[in-house]
């Protein structure tokens, strides 16, 4: 049996989305499971459908609100549970607006965070997401909703800017044994992430050797 949606190609392919059933149940998801909302100030989030093991990835998020204070996005592993788990101190990555000022962005492994700018994206801009399952790695951005060049986070305020396609300098590094799928989250109630895995154009130009996240990327299977 051949699963078309997901063999055909890269863009008629099964894509990543946010899981109704695995979400804070504080979070409403709508517009094809692409867009998260809060409705409560509570600190959880909602994981993607599509985990990974292996390879090279890459999603983007726009933001509509006019600040990014109490906002997440990012990447958890499987072993999380976003809906009991804080995303400010459990076990996963995730890149986030400073909580309590938002006057910088912060970038956090497993509850450990470190300011790497400060300076806020506005209301309309996209945050992107580049990870490299493989070597550990993951690279957080930002880019203006015109599209346009992608500011690379470094690992912390005036390090070195990273750069996907090459491998260097990373916001941060990981280690695991569990698959990883994206990430978003909330601790306003009202704020609101729309999320694009590949399911349209991305705003700006995935770097090169990172994939949009659908069924068509993943590794052969090797069950024949």
């Given at each position: 049996?051949?699963?078309?949606?997901?063999?055909?190609?890269?863009?008629?392919?099964?894509?990543?989305?946010?899981?109704?059933?695995?979400?804070?149940?504080?979070?409403?998801?709508?517009?094809?499971?692409?867009?998260?909302?809060s409705?409560?100030?509570?600190?959880?989030?909602?994981?993607?459908?599509?985990?990974?093991?292996?390879?090279?990835?890459?999603?983007?998020?726009?933001?509509?609100?006019?600040?990014?204070?109490?906002?997440?996005?990012?990447?958890?592993?499987?072993?999380?549970?976003?809906?009991?788990?804080?995303?400010?101190?459990?076990?996963?990555?995730?890149?986030?607006?400073?909580?309590?000022?938002?006057?910088?962005?912060?970038?956090?492994?497993?509850?450990?965070?470190?300011?790497?700018?400060?300076?806020?994206?506005?209301?309309?801009?996209?945050?992107?997401?580049?990870?490299?399952?493989?070597?550990?790695?993951?690279?957080?951005?930002?880019?203006?909703?015109?599209?346009?060049?992608?500011?690379?986070?470094?690992?912390?305020?005036?390090?070195?800017?990273?750069?996907?396609?090459a491998?260097?300098?990373?916001?941060?590094?990981?280690?695991?044994t569990?698959?990883?799928?994206?990430?978003?989250?909330?601790?306003?109630?009202?704020?609101?992430w729309?999320?694009?895995?590949?399911?349209?154009?991305?705003?700006?130009?995935?770097?090169?050797?990172f994939?949009?996240?659908?069924?068509?990327?993943?590794?052969?299977?090797?069950?024949?």
């Amino acid at each position: 049996m051949t699963d078309v949606p997901t063999l055909t190609s890269a863009t008629a392919s099964n894509f990543c989305t946010f899981n109704p059933l695995e979400k804070y149940s504080g979070l409403t998801i709508a517009d094809g499971n692409l867009k998260v909302t809060s409705s409560d100030n509570t600190q959880y989030g909602a994981a993607g459908t599509l985990a990974v093991s292996s390879g090279k990835w890459y999603y983007e998020a726009i933001f509509s609100n006019a600040s990014l204070n109490n906002m997440a996005m990012g990447l958890t592993t499987t072993q999380n549970n976003v809906q009991t788990a804080q995303w400010a101190g459990s076990t996963g990555m995730f890149m986030c607006g400073n909580f309590v000022t938002g006057t910088a962005i912060h970038v956090g492994v497993n509850g450990s965070y470190t300011q790497v700018s400060t300076t806020l994206p506005s209301a309309g801009s996209y945050l992107v997401c580049a990870v490299d399952y493989d070597n550990g790695k993951a690279w957080f951005g930002t880019t203006t909703s015109s599209g346009g060049a992608v500011t690379w986070y470094p690992a912390s305020t005036g390090g070195s800017v990273g750069d996907p396609a090459a491998g260097t300098n990373p916001t941060i590094t990981f280690s695991t044994t569990y698959p990883i799928r994206p990430f978003m989250g909330s601790y306003s109630a009202g704020l609101n992430w729309i999320a694009n895995f590949g399911q349209r154009p991305f705003i700006t130009t995935a770097p090169t050797g990172f994939n949009a996240w659908n069924t068509y990327n993943l590794p052969a299977s090797t069950i024949s």
